[in-house]
C-alpha cells in the first residue's frame, strides 16, 4: 500500500469546516490502496474557526499515525501589529512557526515511515511552502489542495492592487512547484 504524508494543521480533535475534507480523504484513501500518515497542528490548537470537537477523532480509523506540531503556537496577530504585517508584507509569527514546525513533524514521520506522496491540505497557505521543503528533501512528489482559493478568494481584502497581485504571484510560484493541485 502506498503511503501518502498528509499536511494539514486542521484535524480532529478541532472542528470546523476545515477538518471536514481532510478527515474524509484520511477515512477513504485505505480503501483506494493509499495509506494515511498526517502531520497536523497541535492538539490544543484554538483557532476560531476551528473550534474543538472531540467527537470527530472517533471518525480516525485506528491505526492511523498522526504527527503533531510541537511547540507552543504564536498568538495570532490582532489590531494594529496585524494591520503592519499586512501592509509591509511582513511573514507573521503563525506562519513562520508553521512551516517550521510542519516540517520537523514531516521528517520525524518520514524518519517513521517511507512515505511515496506529500499531500498539503490548505490553508494555512504556508503549508505548501512546508509541503514542497519537505518535498524535495524526500525526493517525492508533492499534491496541493485548495481548499479555499488562495489569492483568488473574494473574502480576503487586500490592502492595495499590488498587493494583490503580489500574492497571486506568491500563489502562482508555490503552486507550480506542485506536482498536482486539487480544488
Known amino acids: ?28 484513501l485505505p480503501e483506494l490502496g493509499y495509506e494515511p500518515v498526517v502531520v497536523t497542528g497541535p492538539e490544543s490548537a484554538g483557532a476560531e474557526w476551528a473550534p474543538p470537537d472531540a467527537s470527530l477523532a472517533a471518525e480516525v480509523p485506528p491505526g492511523t499515525r498522526v504527527f503533531r506540531a510541537v511547540g507552543p503556537e504564536p498568538r495570532r496577530r ?11 508584507r511582513m511573514r507573521p509569527p503563525f506562519a513562520r512557526w508553521w512551516v517550521e514546525a510542519a516540517l520537523e513533524a514531516g521528517r520525524r514521520a518520514a524518519s517513521e515511515v517511507d512515505v511515496d506522496l506529500v499531500y498539503a491540505s490548505m490553508s494555512p497557505f504556508e503549508t505548501a ?13 508533492w499534491v496541493a489542495d485548495l481548499r479555499d482559493p488562495w489569492a483568488l478568494d473574494d473574502w480576503l481584502v487586500y490592502p ?16 507550480s512547484a506542485a506536482d498536482a493541485v486539487i480544488m
Not at 500500500?1 to 477513504?28: D, E, H, I
Not at 511552502?129 to 524535495?136: C, I, T, V, W, Y
Open 1 to 28: 500500500m502506498a503511503r501518502v504524508l498528509v499536511l494539514a494543521y486542521y484535524f480532529p480533535p478541532q472542528g470546523g469546516a476545515g477538518v471536514q475534507r481532510t478527515l474524509k480523504f484520511v477515512q477513504y
Open 78 to 88: 490582532r489590531g494594529w501589529p496585524a494591520r503592519l504585517t499586512r501592509w509591509l
Open 129 to 141: 511552502e512546508a509541503a514542497s521543503r519537505l518535498a524535495g528533501e524526500l525526493g517525492k512528489p
Open 160 to 175: 492595495t492592487r499590488i498587493h494583490r497581485r503580489l500574492e497571486l504571484r506568491r500563489m502562482r510560484a508555490a503552486l
